[in-house]
């Protein structure tokens, strides 16, 4: 029996080639199908990729795009080198250390404070585009495979908004991951209206977008893949592990609303207050390794080494393969996240 799922897909820089290897995975099983993909920052690019992939190639041709896509993020060719090497180093976590010790003050933070993307001139570009125009978008755009939804944010009114079909584009990737302090906004023109509007990253409005996911024709359940950590036990106490923290918090800030409102429907299906039928009852699951990210850094999304990719699609990989192992028979039956004790 075929399992058919929706797929919510988180952004995080570099840390988004823990999703490469949870989408690997999943790809690997030929009785699951995914029907439709929201995603932001590099979950929409994940989610671009394996849409083009899959309609040029079927499960084999996303798996091989995906793969091209993020050689293409960490500036190399093959990554089994990487792998054999890794064997030899520390944990990333302590790698990650390292960096952060080096740069006590991120060059990154520094620079925002006293320069702006606008002020590079001609000279600016952003390098994501040769990423991202690497893609065939008439393949992104087709019909078939799984329907493919992108979340920005409007700079001018502060609202998200959810490109899908033949609205993504280039441009429209770039905008879901465009962090304002080092891109300049993303100009779209809209092609009901024909105005043109600026964007900056999606995960500020929506990390990622649930409400597309939401609609009739789609299966009930939606399997996150999160990976900026919801829990930190430990109060951050130096500069850069408070800037982490509010990174976090600020970039889950709304897929937690989101979450609370498929809960409060849920309660209101379960008493009966509202007629069956009536809304979605939504079927929440979520692939993550919080002991994993919570080692990890805002430095680390924005420093893709090969070091780095590599470990996180094999986390990614090995955490779809608990997944699945234990809450495969769950899907299209029951949801593996309890809502009420998460916001209990």
């Given at each position: 029996m075929v399992k058919r799922i929706n797929l919510a897909l988180q952004g995080g820089g570099a840390h988004g080639a823990f999703t490469w290897g949870v989408l690997d995975r999943l790809l690997q099983e030929d009785d699951v199908e995914i029907a439709a993909i929201s995603g932001t920052s590099a979950g929409a690019l994940n989610g671009a990729a394996l849409?083009?992939?899959?309609?040029?190639?079927?499960?084999?041709?996303?798996?091989?795009?995906?793969?091209?896509?993020?050689?293409?993020?960490?500036?190399?060719?093959?990554?089994?080198?990487?792998?054999?090497?890794?064997?030899?180093?520390?944990?990333?976590?302590?790698?990650?250390?390292?960096m952060e010790a080096m740069m006590p003050v991120s060059p990154m933070n520094v620079a925002a404070l006293v320069t702006s993307p606008y002020q590079y001139g001609p000279l600016y570009r952003n390098p994501l585009e040769p990423v991202v125009q690497s893609l065939n978008y008439d393949q992104v755009c087709a019909q078939e495979g799984p329907e493919l939804h992108i979340a920005a944010t409007n700079v001018r009114t502060g609202k998200i908004r959810v490109f899908s079909g033949d609205e993504v584009s280039g441009a429209v990737i770039m905008a879901s991951?465009?962090?304002?302090?080092?891109?300049?906004?993303?100009?779209?023109?809209?092609?009901?209206?024909?105005?043109?509007?600026?964007?900056?990253?999606?995960?500020?409005?929506?990390?990622?977008?649930?409400?597309?996911?939401?609609?009739?024709?789609?299966?009930?359940?939606?399997?996150?893949?999160?990976?900026?950590?919801?829990?930190?036990?430990?109060?951050?106490?130096?500069?850069?592990?408070?800037?982490?923290?509010?990174?976090?918090?600020?970039?889950?800030?709304?897929?937690?609303?989101?979450?609370?409102?498929?809960?409060?429907?849920?309660?209101?299906?379960?008493?009966?207050?509202?007629?069956?039928?009536?809304?979605?009852?939504?079927?929440?699951?979520?692939?993550?390794?919080?002991?994993?990210?919570?080692?990890?850094?805002?430095?680390s999304k924005v420093t893709p080494t090969p070091y780095l990719l590599h470990v996180l699609k094999e986390a990614g990989r090995s955490a779809a393969d608990v997944f699945l192992t234990r809450h495969k028979a769950d899907i299209n039956e029951r949801e593996t996240v309890n809502l009420e004790e998460m916001f209990g």
């Open positions: 849409k083009a992939g899959y309609t040029q190639g079927g499960r084999a041709g996303a798996r091989v795009l995906l793969d091209r896509i993020w050689h293409q993020v960490g500036a190399v060719h093959d990554l089994r080198l990487t792998g054999w090497i890794a064997q030899a180093l520390p944990s990333v976590g302590m790698v990650n250390s390292w991951a465009c962090l304002p302090t080092l891109f300049q906004a993303v100009e779209i023109v809209d092609q009901k209206t024909g105005t043109t509007e600026a964007y900056w990253d999606g995960g500020y409005t929506g990390n990622p977008a649930l409400y597309p996911l939401f609609r009739a024709h789609l299966p009930d359940d939606i399997v996150i893949v999160n990976i900026n950590p919801l829990l930190r036990d430990e109060i951050p106490q130096t500069p850069q592990d408070i800037q982490n923290r509010i990174n976090e918090i600020s970039f889950n800030s709304s897929l937690l609303r989101e979450l609370r409102a498929i809960k409060f429907v849920k309660r209101l299906i379960a008493d009966g207050t509202m007629p069956p039928g009536s809304m979605k009852d939504v079927l929440v699951h979520m692939v993550s390794d919080d002991a994993l990210m919570t080692t990890l850094s805002v430095t």
